[in-house]
C-alpha cells in the first residue's frame, strides 16, 4: 500500500500543486476546527461503506454536508449501505478509521471501490483531505484533484447531497 510519501511522489509526478499541514490527529468531523479554519479551501468528511451486495463506497462530501444513508442508496445505485469495517478499509484502501480520504482511492489498485464525491468539492477551487493519514491535511485545486483521478482512471459519482441528486460533469467541474 502507498503512502503519504508515496502520495505527495504521485503528486509530483503528475504535476499536482498541492500544500501540506501538519497537525494534531483529527478523527473525525468537528474536530481540529481550528486547524481548518486556518486552512483555506473545502474539508471533506470521508466515509467508507459497504451495501448489502458486497460492493464497497468511498464517499467524499463536504464537511458539513448531511449523508442521509438510507436516502442515498436508490440516488447512487447501491443496495442498503452500512460502515465498512477496519480491516476492510484496511485492506482495500490502506488507511485506518480517521484516516479516510478521498486521496486513498490511490490504494484502490484493483479497482473494488466506488468513488462518490460531494458536488460542492468538485465545484470548489480547493479542496483539503488527509494525505492518508490523520495527521496532516493537503490541500489541493479543483484541475489537481481532476487530474489525480484521471492519473487513476477513476471518474467519480458526482453528487449534490443538497438535492441528493447525480450531477452530470460540467466546465465549473472538469472531474
Known sequence: ??????????????????TTVDHPAVFRVGEGEEVKAALPGLHSKNLFLKDAK????????????VVDLKRLHPVIGSARLSFGSAELLEAT??????????????NDTEQQVTFVLDRSLAEAEEVNFHPLVNTATTRVSREGLATFFAALDIQPLVVDFETLSVVEPTPASPI
Do not use: Q, Y
Open 1 to 18: 500500500m502507498k503512502t503519504r510519501s508515496d502520495l505527495m511522489a504521485f503528486f509530483e509526478a503528475h504535476h499536482i500543486a498541492h
Open 54 to 65: 458486497g460492493r464497497l463506497w468511498l464517499i467524499s462530501a463536504r464537511d458539513h454536508a
Open 93 to 106: 484502501l490502506g488507511v485506518t478509521p480517521g484516516s479516510v480520504t478521498a486521496f486513498a482511492m490511490i
